[in-house]
């Protein structure tokens, strides 16, 4: 929580934290806590950040330039009322988390199952260009914080540091630029086949009955014709493409 509310305080995230819900989900499942302790892990500490701002660009930096004040200014002021506030947060969840562990009928979802998909999904290994990225990452974001607080970075130049972050991961993890392109359209959100109506081709039908690699299926429903194109090797192949 702590880690969380530091990137909501310094960079403003918040739905970056999003993906890590399903984690917290099994953390709160497997030390006894339920469904609100997992989600208000990740949510609550990130919204505590980020109102507590201390160099969030989207608040103090907007706040103080309207308000004529000296970019940054009263920093000590902002790091004592984080520091104040997260504590607050962690005895809260602390003993609200220990109040539903001894008696799981005080819980604010004490009807609830909690129970969750048990599907068996192996891990990837961790390689040492996961650690490669993983570390890019991190010191990109450290300069984007710099450049925000001493060049004078803004939206479009942050945008450029978030960019420059998949380019170095696309270009350390070796991936082709067709499947990275994908990657990247599944991410915002875009070209489920399933809203809009499209239909899978007829390899993909004996796929999605118990085929050699249901993988393929997940990719097209994700991405549309257009993944459905590099598996099928080419246009001509592709029943999907030539109909839509």
């Given amino acids: 929580m702590i880690a969380i509310g530091i990137g ?9 934290f999003i993906p890590l819900v399903p984690i917290f989900l099994i953390v709160a499942k497997e030390i006894g806590c339920d469904r609100i302790f997992g989600v208000a892990l990740v949510y609550v500490a990130g919204a505590v950040g980020f109102a507590a701002a ?11 330039e309207i308000a004529g004040l000296p970019l940054n200014s009263a920093m000590s002021f902002r790091l004592l009322f984080f520091v104040a506030c997260m504590t607050v947060t962690l005895v809260y ?9 001894r008696d799981p009928s005080m819980s604010l979802m004490a009807d609830d199952d909690f129970e969750l998909p048990t599907d068996d999904v192996e891990p990837p290994a961790l390689r040492p260009a996961h650690v490669v990225i993983l570390v890019a990452c991190i010191a990109i974001f450290v300069f984007i914080l710099y450049a925000v607080q001493e060049m ?25 630029v067709r499947e990275a392109t994908l990657a990247a359209v599944r991410g915002n959100g875009g070209n489920d086949s399933r809203r809009t109506g499209r239909r899978l081709c007829p390899r993909h039908h004996r796929r999605a009955r118990g085929g050699p690699d249901p993988r393929h299926l997940d990719l ?3 991405s549309g014709a257009a993944a459905c194109t590099t598996i099928c090797r080419g246009r001509g192949e592709c029943w999907c493409f030539r109909r839509y």
């Fill in 54 to 64: 201390t160099t969030n660009p989207f608040t103090v930096n907007i706040a103080q």
């Fill in 220 to 222: 097209f429903s994700r």
């Fill in 152 to 176: 004078g970075w803004w939206l479009t130049q942050m945008a450029g540091g978030f960019i420059l972050m998949g380019l170095v991961a696309t270009a350390v993890a070796r991936l082709p």
């Fill in 93 to 101: 969840m602390l003993r609200y988390g220990s109040r539903i562990r």
């Fill in 8 to 16: 909501g305080s310094t960079l403003g995230m918040g739905e970056e």
